[in-house]
């Protein structure tokens, strides 16, 4: 690692947008009290400025060589952040027929658009084809047919890099793993010459290059390195073999530091150096897909003290935020910092909770036997680094209206998603005429 972890740290808090100001934690220019007294709690709030700086440290880093960057919306895909975003140049990484929406909705050029995903319905792949798309990311053999197929019918040449395999251990969280052969990504790397043989021959497909994805929250570089060397020995094999490779798709993946005090993440800027050493002679051109770095530390989750409860040798924290507000701990058992949003005083007394929310679910937890400043009920806390894979994957279980979303520029802040009313929840079922 080049740099150590107070200089890391140093770093990441010289780019944190959501920083203490007159003892009240602000977003931007804006207090977090302040948008919980408009918008109410639980809400996301998005740093536009993080967003932007993250994005541009990707794209500074690939500097020198040709290259896109693509937001994997996956991790954050509300229509205010794809626009911030596209505003900058960003292409998007799409994995449905409604990220390529919302992608186009953004006003983000087909032609910045690329299509991943291991399911790809022949009618995701029509609805691309038909509003331009800069590559499918390919990963199998039937779904070359099934591109084949339809381009065919089209009328058009479908834009293809071949998801490969390289069997790297991403050494992460299982769930989020995906460059090992007994994940489900990819065609395996020892037949990959094969499989690009098949897709040459077939009719409405125009192979352009490699992509590559080894898993997320990857906080090391070396499994980067395995998986690119593997991809610039293939380039060379392919070539050899005839094919036109000029694109590498290398994936996203790069990890932040979910646990500020202990992890240390390379940078963008060291990533990038480790493209420019692996692939940077082949002479392609390079595209990444990052999600959990541009959008993770952009964003929290903004919740209120609804009561603290002491159990059997241990003190419950109830939030009004609840495990479909954010997954991440018990899906994952993701670590989030969580902080009051008035600054502790030097010295407060320090307490251990258990931080929970309301869902009936013993997995609607948090964090166990956390040491946090002693907090009280109606006390705001905000969750560190909730922007990537946290309101995407929200949901109403419980009958819990969706979480809103709010975006924050300078000193403005905007709803960017509403809080549903019960009402509007409601209606969103119908009823059968027999009823
Ligand atoms: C999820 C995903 C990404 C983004 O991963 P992050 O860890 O959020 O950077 C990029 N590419 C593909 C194919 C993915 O599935």
Redesign the pocket.
């Known amino acids: 690692m080049l740099y150590g972890r107070l200089d890391y740290q140093r770093k990441v808090r010289a780019l944190d947008h959501f920083l203490y100001r007159d003892g009240i934690l602000h977003a931007e220019d804006v207090p977090l009290s302040e948008i919980a007294a408009s918008v109410g709690t639980p809400a996301y709030v998005y740093s536009t400025a993080t967003l932007e700086r993250h994005f541009r440290l990707f794209d500074e880093a690939l500097e020198g060589m040709p290259h896109l960057v693509c937001y994997?919306m996956?991790?954050a895909s509300n229509q205010a952040i794809l626009k911030t975003l596209a505003a900058l140049g960003a292409g998007m990484?799409v994995?449905s027929g409604g990220e390529y929406a919302r992608a186009k909705a953004a006003g983000v050029p087909g032609d910045k658009i690329v299509f991943?995903?291991v399911g790809k319905t022949e009618a995701e792949i029509a609805q691309a084809l038909a509003g331009g798309l800069r590559q499918f990311?390919v990963e199998s053999e039937s779904e070359l047919q099934a591109i084949s197929r339809v381009a065919s019918e089209m009328g058009v040449t479908a834009p293809v890099t071949i998801?490969v395999n390289p069997d790297v251990d991403a050494k992460t969280h299982a769930k989020?793993a995906?460059g090992k052969s007994e994940n489900k990504f990819g065609v395996p790397i020892a037949r990959a010459r094969g499989v690009y043989a098949e897709a040459a021959a077939l009719p409405g497909i125009e192979v352009i290059g490699i992509d590559v994805?080894i898993?997320?929250?990857l906080t090391d570089l070396a499994p980067f390195e395995a998986a690119y060397l593997k991809v610039a020995e293939l380039t060379e094999t392919l070539r050899a073999d005839g094919h036109k490779i000029e694109r590498l798709d290398l994936?996203?993946?790069?990890?932040i530091p979910y646990e500020r005090s202990n992890t240390a993440p390379p940078l963008p800027t060291e990533y990038g150096a480790l493209i420019k050493r692996t692939v940077g002679h082949l002479g392609c051109e390079i595209e990444i897909?990052?999600?959990?770095?541009i959008a993770g530390n952009a964003g929290i989750l903004l919740s209120r003290v609804v009561y603290v409860k002491e159990g059997e040798g241990r003190r419950f924290l109830i939030l009004d935020a609840a495990m479909n507000d954010l997954i991440r701990p018990a899906m994952y058992d993701a670590w989030h910092d969580i902080v009051p949003v008035i600054e502790p005083e030097p010295g407060q007394e320090r307490a251990s909770y258990d931080v929970v929310g309301p869902v009936c679910e013993s997995g609607d937890t948090f964090a166990r036997a956390r040491e946090m400043p002693q907090l009280r009920e109606g006390d705001l806390v905000a969750f560190r680094s909730a922007g990537?894979?946290g309101a995407v994957m929200a949901s109403e279980y419980n009958s819990r209206p969706l979480v809103p979303e709010v975006l924050v520029k300078d000193d403005h802040h905007a709803v960017i998603r509403a809080r549903p009313s019960f009402d509007e929840m409601i209606s969103r079922d119908s009823i059968p005429e027999w009823l």
Do not use: F, M
């Open positions: 994997a996956k991790a990484d994995v991943a995903g990311n998801r989020i995906t994805h898993g997320s929250q994936g996203g993946g790069l990890g897909e990052p999600g959990r770095l990537a894979y």
